[in-house]
């Protein structure tokens, strides 16, 4: 079984065929789901889709580059949400300095941020952390304001030296289609050394299809490619990398195997 644990089902290159998506994906051994929201809006549509289907599960929060004009209104409005059955994250939230670059938004980035930690600790959920060409301001912050109930680095895209921070944190690490390009490096050394038992998967579809799908819309059923690549690199078998992937990932959002 396989439990893609950060998706867009509710983005609008998904949505509209979602019934397609979803079979495909099921004829790979796609088990279950985390949709993850990146405002208000898509927040909601994951838990609309979560309570639709009782493999899906929703992460509710916003993004670092969602969060120009969201009233405290519209934030409380979406985190009373958080006690719902189906939401068992808060995500994505984080820092990208990738395509924001003013000193003062980069600021906005990290009170958000540190807001929604403190939030998800009062609500006892763990989170999906999004982090773009801002590893050490993330690592500072997730130092200093700990994840009580745990979390993710979605997409770890930092070095094998900064594992052990993160990993000390009590963080799982998620690889992504990266890990399949055949120029990817750091990826391929960070899932050699990595504890099995601290990895999981993702897909983050629409975005980053893995070769030799790159440049098309990505979907979940591309997660078999990043389970093989993760096979081949720890040469382990597949089976026994299924297993502890699906148990790690269960075990992450607190559901039920």
Known sequence: MIFDTHCHLNSEELLPRLEEVLES???????????????????????????????????????????DGVSEEDYLDLMSKANDPKVVAIGEIGLDYHWVKDPVQREKQKEWFIKQIEF?????????????????DCLKILKEHKPQFGGVMHCY???????????????????????????????????????????????DSPYLPPHPHRGTINEPKNIALIIDAVSEIKGMSKKHILDVLYKNSCALFNIKL
């Open 25 to 67: 994906a099921k004829k790979v051994g796609v088990e279950k789901y985390l949709v993850v929201g990146w405002n208000k809006e898509s927040s909601l549509k994951a838990i609309e889709l979560a309570h639709q289907y009782d493999f899906i599960y929703a992460a509710i929060g916003f993004h670092p580059t969602d969060i």
């Open 120 to 136: 998800a600790n009062k609500v006892k959920k763990p989170i999906s952390i999004h982090n773009r060409e801002a590893f050490e």
């Open 157 to 203: 895209s930092g070095s094998v030296e900064s594992l052990k921070d993160v990993l000390d944190l009590g963080l799982y690490i998620s690889l992504d289609g990266p890990l399949t390009f055949t120029n990817a490096k750091t990826p391929k050394e960070v899932c050699e050394v990595v504890p099995l038992d601290c990895l999981v998967v993702e897909t």
